[in-house]
């Protein structure tokens, strides 16, 4: 492999969450890519720290069943077009491309420079993967997406560390690049985006980074109202949720109370024609 920093080295304070999902994913997944990498960091390294956390506490759990939820969204895409294009944005060192590859997919990771590297580095090559090292928020990688094929943009355990206004003006330029594509995100409520703040969401020692934005089901209606007409606007379940808490995230979002305080994970597809403008005005 090549000469990158070790991974606790290379990556900020938001990006070592990157090292703490594949840490638990390694663990809890079937995921065999994912182990690889881990027990080569290790070599590199030293065992991962108590910071990864070694039990299972209730919030690896639901970050393992959010990765299984977007695997399924992926797969299900994949059955109905074979020849998709997927998006990922904020990729991290997260392997889901060999967890769900059907052998003709093609896959664009758009992640920050450093963490490109270690991907590169860690990574297992294939002439199906193509890195785009730039900010999500920055519009190279928008030029560099096809929108001849059918097309899923991902992001995964990223919107809630952008800011309202970062959220809106990207999905705006997807909506105008990409008309009659989808986009999948899952957001956080907004005591999980108080508790950040406050420094009290922790899996063993590791902390979660502050959020800065929150968005539960009961709040896609205001969602839709500020994208162009015609798009649609849909929460997505987790219909395979287990655990203790599998009840709340499976049916939390059909209460009227409950449903403002659950997570939600969202499906945006654009219009075919997009409108000239918005009512958020662009």
Known sequence: MGQAPPPGDALSSVGLTALWALHHRSLHLQDPVAERVLLEIRRRQGPVGPSMGRRTPTMAHYFTQRARLFDAEIRLFLSRHPDAVIVTLGEGLDTQFWRVDDGRLRWIG???????????????????ITHVACSVLDSDWIREV???????????????????????????????????????????????????????????????????????????????????AGTTV???????????????????????????????????????????????GH
């Open 146 to 228: 096809p929108d001849d094929r059918p097309l899923l943009i991902t992001a995964q355990g990223l919107f809630m560390y952008l800011r309202p206004r970062q959220i809106m003006d990207l999905l705006h330029a997807c909506a105008r690049r990409y008309p009659g594509h989808t986009v999948l995100f899952d957001t956080a409520p907004w005591w999980f985006v108080g508790l950040s703040r406050l420094g009290g969401l922790r899996c063993g020692g590791f902390r979660i980074p502050s959020m800065s934005s929150s968005l539960s089901p009961r709040g896609l209606a205001r969602l839709r109202s500020r994208l162009p």
């Open 110 to 128: 758009v992640d920050m420079p450093e963490v490109i590297r270690l991907r590169r580095d860690l990574m297992p090559p294939s002439d199906r």
């Open 234 to 280: 849909a929460h997505v379940p987790a219909r395979h949720s287990s655990g203790p808490f599998r009840l709340f995230h499976r049916h939390g979002h059909r209460v009227p109370l409950v449903g403002t305080c659950v997570p939600a994970t969202v499906r945006v597809t654009f219009p075919r024609q997009p409108a000239a403008a918005s009512v958020d």
